[in-house]
């Protein structure tokens, strides 16, 4: 009834056959050999609306199994695509791998994956179209960053560990004795940067790894690079250790029960620990690290170092003064800990509250996070936030919508200013480029030859010095250009739970006032406009 025409149609003796509909020619296409075929409809369709004087019919046709592959626009993937084969022939082994071949895929192949989409077209519908990653590239493994491996318990460490009590509980006034090491002590390795792992993309090409970032090891007071091992960090001098960025010192250790107008203020080179509470009205200044185990009250902290109060640090307005500052001030030039905060003034490289901060006033060279944990949700009530690179709470501003101000990235409006001073430079600098060419121009009329020479080697100097200062100026646009980008680009406000009305919100020279309540967010700069993104 059906034979196979040389052009891979499926062709139907009418004669013979006698079809009374188009249920009988699919029927018998079922139960015949052509059955796996792409039936051709239309022509089926048309016999039986024509006039029926065909004596051969076109009921199918038989189709071979294509494949393709397909490489993604980033070069990572390679996927191979078979449509199975409709009565035809299936996709050989040999004649998939030559195509994959073809396609220029040489890296990040595996034998199995394409013995697992050829395995499924025996398994699919007859015209189905498979699809399997038959190549996968390897992204680069940047290399890790060099750390600081410490061999002594620092100051900070110790104050975190209270003494034990007999009956299991712990003294958190009591932390026993303070770490000490002595002069020669080993106090810290550098461990340096890897190189990481190159990566590949299934073109072949390379993906080069960033190496590890890198840092100079820093020897602070009491402290030098050893002579043996330019990695470690060796103590001068005994004292208390503590970490710095990038290094450490040795500090002595003043430890006072409580400063009040007993004590005196408390001005000291080395690190001060307070047992109890600073009061109303007293200063400690240090060129080490503060440590208050209670509360600080209307007194101001200023350390070289880290300050961390274990409590409260709580001030007012002082309208003793015009400007009606805080009477609570702490700043330093390390980080600033505290657990909970109302009307401060605090100054440093992060800022953490545990809890809440409550109208203070805050300045951070890098973040400032309300709570703690990998997502703080501390409560960010009043006040200003006078600058930083980030912020992080759970709570931004109050539901009654008071006004609130926080002013990220604002050094990037220094750099812009020194961005401007820079260009003026230059172009006073190209000014005189230009003067001295025209000198040049004027030199080479001059008939005396020797006085012509002497001319041109004091213009050439000249030259020489400014076409210098012009690259020095140019290198420092391009520095700045791209620091000014980097700090704009990392600034943003997380809140992990509400952002209130009454924010207004800055990132360097844009403005977002929110006019209502918003669930859990990222405030930033996107395409030079300030974004709520709420994903």
């Known amino acids: 009834m059906f034979k196979l025409a040389h052009n891979g149609k499926i062709l139907m003796d009418i004669t013979e056959a006698s079809p009374e509909s188009e249920g009988f020619i699919l029927n018998a296409l079922k139960q015949s050999a052509f059955s796996q075929c792409e039936i051709d409809h239309d022509s089926i369709k048309a016999f039986f ?43 050989s082994f040999e ?21 697992t989409l050829l395995k499924k077209q025996h398994l699919a519908q007859p015209g189905e ?21 410490l ?19 712990v003294d958190m006034r009591d932390f026993g004795k303070l770490s000490s090491v002595a002069a020669g002590t080993v106090l810290a390795t550098k461990m340096p940067a890897t190189a990481g792992q190159e990566g590949f993309n299934v073109l072949g090409d390379t993906l080069p790894a960033k190496h590890g970032d890198t840092f100079e090891l820093t020897a602070g007071d009491g402290t030098e690079i ?34 009040s107008v007993k004590s005196g203020h408390i001005e000291f080179d080395g690190s001060v620990v307070v047992s109890k509470n600073v009061e109303p009205g007293m200063k400690i200044i240090s060129k080490g690290d503060v440590t208050v185990l209670g509360s600080v009250e209307s007194a101001e902290i200023h350390a070289d170092g880290y300050i961390e109060i274990k409590q409260a640090a709580i001030g007012h307005l002082d309208h003793k003064t015009t400007e009606h500052s805080l009477t609570c001030k702490l700043i330093a030039k ?30 951070a060279f890098d973040k400032i996070t309300i709570g703690i944990g990998d997502k703080p949700n501390g409560k960010l009530i009043g006040g200003e936030i006078l600058d930083a690179q980030q912020v992080i709470a759970g709570e931004i501003g109050t539901p009654s919508g008071a006004k609130m101000n926080i002013f990220l990235a604002q050094n990037g409006i220094a750099i812009t200013k020194q ?10 600098v190209d000014e005189q480029i230009t003067t001295l060419q025209q000198a040049v121009e004027k030199a080479q009329q001059l008939r005396d030859q020797e006085k012509k020479k002497v001319l041109m080697q004091k213009i050439s100097a000249t030259q020489k010095h400014y076409r210098q200062q012009a690259k020095d100026i140019e290198k420092q646009l391009s520095d700045l250009d791209h620091h000014l980008h980097d700090i704009v680009d990392s600034a943003q406000l997380i809140a992990n739970k509400t ?21 859990r967010c990222v405030a930033k700069l996107e395409d030079n406009q300030l974004k709520i993104d709420f994903n």
Do not use: W
Request: hydrophobic share 35%; charged share 25%.
């Open 499 to 519: 952002l209130n009305s009454g924010v207004e919100i800055r990132i360097f020279d844009r403005v977002y006032k929110t006019q209502r309540t918003y669930p």
């Open 226 to 259: 050893s002579q043996n091992d330019p990695m470690q960090l060796v103590a001068t001098t005994s004292g208390c250790p503590s970490e710095i960025n990038n290094g450490m010192r040795v500090d002595d250790v003043f430890v006072i029960e409580e400063v």
């Open 49 to 91: 609306k024509g006039d029926k004087t065909e004596k051969i019919l076109a009921v199918a046709i038989k189709r071979d199994a294509t494949f393709e592959v397909s490489v993604c626009e980033d070069k990572m993937q390679a996927v191979g695509s078979i449509t199975v084969a409709q009565g035809g022939t299936a996709i």
């Open 419 to 428: 961005t401007d001073e820079c260009v003026k430079n230059l172009a006073q």
């Open 151 to 169: 061999h002594v318990c620092t100051l900070k460490q110790r104050l975190k560990q209270p003494k034990l009590l007999e009956d299991g509980s």
């Open 129 to 149: 179209k498979i699809s399997e990653p038959l190549a996968i590239g390897m992204l680069p493994i940047n290399g890790d960053p060099a750390t600081l491996k």
């Open 334 to 363: 390390g980080d600033i800990e505290v657990a909970y905060g109302q009307y401060a003034y605090l100054e440093g490289h992060n800022i953490t509250f545990n809890k809440q901060s409550n109208h203070c006033d805050l300045k």
């Open 95 to 115: 004649s998939a791998k030559k195509m994959l071949i073809d396609a220029g895929v040489t890296r990040g192949y595996k034998k199995v994956y394409l013995e």
